[in-house]
């Protein structure tokens, strides 16, 4: 798996080099290979229309968003799409969040520089480098090991040193890392996980969507030993797995 994201970000990186070499021919001169698509340009549209439009307004948030490089994130046959404003599939079943998503969750979770975050659900990983750029110290878990250990080659390469990735079931968070001044939950469980609101610091927040088909995009806010509970906006996460799953039945 390792070797394959290796071949996949070299592919990539032949690729933006042959770019660079086009855009870098003398004055005048013509080039064989068009040139790449402008990914900068790309991300600040999508940072104005799609998500500044919308109303998120945390700079860190936005300049976030502007510099990571999405692209690198979704599957090959998805990299010019990219930046478009919807979910996008990852493998295994499951997606990586439209932008919007991503941006909105990151604010509400109010998190600064140097903070520490709990994210359950890695999936590309997207989110983890989002977090990450902010200067935030990342602790991620995803149940699927082909996604994991993709999403954890993908974050070294990138140089994203700050989100720590573990494969299995997040459901019991990362005891030795807590507590958190955040949790950001990327895949919908039917209710809260007791475990994880255990973790959270007194006055930090849970970004969560909870339910089944339906689901709400949840802030809870932790003071003391009570959990301040708020609905933001309707969503569609894939479900939780693993232990949360197994309870139910
Ligand atoms: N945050 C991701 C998107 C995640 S999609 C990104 O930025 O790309 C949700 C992910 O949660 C899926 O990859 C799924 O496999 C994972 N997941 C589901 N249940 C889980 C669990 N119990 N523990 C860890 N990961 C889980």
Request: glycine share 12%; with cysteine; net charge negative.
């Amino acid at each position: 798996m390792r070797g394959q994201a290796g071949g996949w970000l070299s592919a990539m990186a032949i690729a933006v080099g042959l770019g660079l070499v086009s855009g870098c021919s003398p004055q005048g001169g013509h080039s064989s290979e068009p040139p790449g698509p402008d990914w900068t340009a790309r991300r600040d549209q999508m940072v104005r229309t799609q998500i500044e439009a919308r109303g998120v307004k945390d700079a860190q948030v936005l300049a976030s968003m502007r510099a990571v490089p999405r692209h690198l994130f979704v599957p090959d046959s998805y990299r010019d799409v990219a930046y478009s404003d919807s979910p996008l599939p990852i493998g295994e079943g499951q997606t990586i969040s439209q932008p919007y998503i991503v941006a909105l969750m990151t604010e509400l979770l109010e998190v600064e520089p140097g903070d520490r975050v709990f994210e359950l659900g890695t999936g590309s990983g997207y989110q983890a480098a989002i977090l990450a750029e902010m200067g935030v110290e990342v602790y991620t878990i995803e149940i699927k090991a082909g996604l994991c250990e993709h999403a954890q080659a993908v974050l070294q390469e990138l140089g994203y040193d700050s989100a720590h990735v573990r494969c299995g079931d997040g459901y019991g968070g990362w005891p030795d890392a807590a507590p958190f001044d955040g949790i950001i939950v990327t895949a919908a469980p039917d209710r809260i996980p007791d475990p994880l609101l255990g973790q959270l610091r007194d006055g930090a927040r849970m970004v969560i969507p909870v339910g089944d088909f339906y689901q709400e995009l949840k802030v809870i806010t932790r003071t003391g030993d009570s959990f301040q509970e708020r609905s933001v906006i309707p969503v569609r996460f894939v479900p939780m797995t693993g232990e949360i799953e197994r309870q139910r039945n």
